[in-house]
DNA sequence: TATGAATGAGCCTTCATTCAT
DNA sequence: CATGAATGAAGGCTCATTCAT
């Protein structure tokens, strides 16, 4: 409440403001709430009333801000994959193709470790063929894109087959995400990582 | 039929083998079926009674062979694991390191590529926490024991961080099946495979 | 603005009559959007949030003139009951019996047509026991006092049955009435009141 | 069980038949419940549990019948429609006119009372905009129905508006069991009943 | 007086599992 | 060994109603 206020009195309505405010924190903690069950129990195994109370909201309440279960896996989905796009494109920038590798590395890895409920969220979606379409589309867009960022990479780095090249990067980096999630602590993610940046730093690629 | 069907007489009883025989194909076939729908459809999204219909079964036949639902995927993640260790144990003989490598590369692909089904279940199980358990450890002892046997190989090799090298190994052949599952006919599989097997081929491994 | 309104001054604080003003009014708002909407939707069709949303006015507005949608519902049929006791009053002081049932006819149907969604409600109350006891019971008032009337009407002309007599005349209008609400437009609504009126007029009654 | 019954063996599959028979059967008993409680508490009044209940089954049978609740409703539907108009056929042979009337007022009032539940269903569907498309199409068809069988028994009577004339016996019919039904055990329905066929009766129509 | 976020009971529906035959 | 009718728990979703502002 600041000096603005103009809406002190007890029973006047909230203005259009505080509802917007109240509106995007419950829309927040429920999309959160969603994504950890989603990631720790599967989409099925996620009900609308677990994610609610965990949330600590009736089960209804979602019912006001996601038209359905479905509404609610999409809109997450599309919100991760534009933060992590931002993030990726502050990568893009790099000038050094050798520091930029590096750096997608290292930033991938970071990433994932802190948002593990969202990557776990990612590989579940797109191995589960009965799972909202829309998610998966979002998803699907979000792996052509990287893919395109990767080919234009190596291509620019003068590697023979751009996109065979991407294709191998790009499976490196989930297929480690993959396993490392699967296997838990006992996967030796640092030396992975390591030998990685290794291997894509001799000269212009793993020869 | 085979030796063991030695039919006695048209009015005899069935003997025990001629049951045993039955039963083997029954429970081929409502695995054969389940591991269809589990593929195309999720493993929830696949109900009992479709995959008794599409056996050709009905649905309290299904208990008669298998516990539950839970049971019936575990059997077909256990005869799957064993198959695909058949198969990989014939590569582990091969002397010459260059050409084991080459060639668990190219017999992953046709393996994988002949049972789509059943790779499209190993990641779908793998992803989805709310999945029996027992399948998830059969699939995991599978991980394993890959790892193991490629770190050896690697060791073997001569390679200095063999443990990180099986993971990065292990991470490119689960990526790009994971992708190419995943993109469908526009994955350009074929290139991706000789890149791979060029890269492990020069000298003893990727620089 | 009436003669109630007689605004003080702009700083008063609002007289008890603005505020019974902007009371009555909200309340009319409120019912006139609710009886549209039971018309054309049933009244488990038509949920109070959109009664609310098609007024203008928010949800809780409702249950501050309303003490719920049960309530909300009498208080239309209360109303409308009401409004149409008062046009029957008119009728019933016709002297000449003839003049007065062709008046009756006439007045009926086109009352009817004026207000449609409230015989929609009137036909929708009567069939449907799940609802509001109040209701029913308002509109079991109407009907019996129809009745009442109808019947004296019949034994001042002479009939030898007027109760059943008034019966049959009440079940022609609610019959074409209900008829000519499901059908719609093909309804040949014009020619039935004409051989209505007809069969009511020679001598005292169809004979 | 008779004589021809092949299968009396403990442990073997029913036969094609006794399944059928129980479908039948429980279909049948589902349907009456249904009917009862659409009819005694209203469609929505009527919770597919609840119908469950009376019914002596679980909740989950009745979609073992009907894919829903609404098709459920469509099934009662056609079904009573179906029948009355075998009833009704009959009717439309009795050659004199004078006769063919009297019974069919007479068969109407006593089908309404042999099967009231249905008929509050017909009133409760027809008056009701937010039930299923399929059940009110049924009953539309069936008033079309009914309105040309009358018209062209009205024609053949040489009444100078058959079509109004049909749509006036048909009013009346409906007018008096829809009153009948709301007003119950005081409604004089024989006297009534009496009013009607005289009043038909007399030359070819009510003058 | 006015707002709309929040609640939670109750509904329709699905589906793994059981069981009489 | 084989059938499919029957069960009932659990899930997604709606909506009348309340309440803080």
Known sequence: MNVH???????????????????AKSR???????????????????????IAKNAGV???????YFKSKTDLLEAIVKHGVMTIGEYMGDIESIEDPQERIAEM????FQIALEDMPFWSLYFNVMMQPDLPEGAQRSFSEFI?????????MFAEAGMPDPEAEAKIFGAILDGVLLHY??????YPLENVKKLIIEKYSDRQSPK
Chains 1, 2, 3, 4 share one sequence.
């Open 5 to 23: 206020s103009i809406n002190k009195s007890k029973d006047m309505p909230r203005t259009r403001e505080q509802f917007d405010e109240i509106r």
């Open 28 to 50: 927040e903690t429920i999309m959160q709430s969603a994504l950890e069950l989603f990631a720790r129990r599967g989409y099925h195994g996620a009900s609308v009333s677990m």
């Open 58 to 64: 009736s089960t209804g309440l979602m019912y006001n």
């Open 105 to 108: 590395v290292e930033k991938t």
């Open 144 to 152: 052509q894109s990287m893919f395109t960022g990767l080919e234009m």
């Open 181 to 186: 999630m699967f296997i838990g602590k006992d």
